[in-house]
């Protein structure tokens, strides 16, 4: 029995007795659309909810999370794994009892992991699965090699897109990439788009009719709409605070949108009740089972 098999049986015998937490991984195809205000606003939303809400915060080196939600987090992700720290003290405490993880370096060294480490790593992530019921990954914007390995190893993705033309432009590139990859398997991931900054609903369909027709015709790849997030002034103003609209302005019409975004979440709508869930112990192991 080789090394990846041995993961696999391990990751197999845990599914069996372990909580796993639902993993959504949001990404864009440039910065600078509102993916990270997407992801904290959408977990406070969800934690409302009466959801157990974890934000991991993959974008190493911009710390937009941590802006966000007016949080410094003493210790990443990189601490657990390299420096002995334990699962308890990298989890930040966050607004509306939404828990915060910093990726730090972490991810960027994932690839340096032989097969021991990325076996605890993943007994690791077991016991964050446990402590959430959602866990939300912001990626890092653009196709850097980890945003491409999260969204592979991911079954769960919200695409965050503006009515931008280069957002489009870079949206497409990025689904592009994924489906050129060997290891992106269409009928393991659902890929939902979300329009931020539409000036209404016909703008937020158009976006996505735009778009998804686009890709369903070179790419062959189905995409769902989640739905979409009006223009609001309440939203830089809420980052100026170092607060998310949903706390600073929970009755703005971005906040209530992502109430609305987040209740279809919940529902299940879009065929997201046929994802099958991995977790987010699955999904690091799914990320390195080649090595």
Known sequence: MDQAEQLRNIIKKQNKKQHLARVITVTSGKGGVG?????????????RLNKRV???DADFGLANVEVMLGIRPQYSLADMMFRGKELKDIISPGPERIGFISGGSGLRELTNLDRDQIQSLVSMMYALDNLADVV??????GISNTVIDLVLASSEVLLVATPEPTSITDAYALLKTLCRHEEFYQNMVRIHMIANRAKGYGEGKELYDKLGSVVEKF????????GYIPYDDKLPKSVMRQKPVTVAYPDAVSSRAMLELAMVLENGKGNYENIRNRGLSGLFAKMFHSK
Do not use: R
């Open 54 to 56: 974890i934000i991991l």
């Open 35 to 47: 993916k990270s205000n997407v992801s904290v606003n959408l977990a406070i939303q969800l934690s």
């Open 136 to 141: 939300i990954i912001d990626t890092g914007a």
């Open 219 to 226: 790419l062959q790849l189905e995409m769902d709409y989640l």
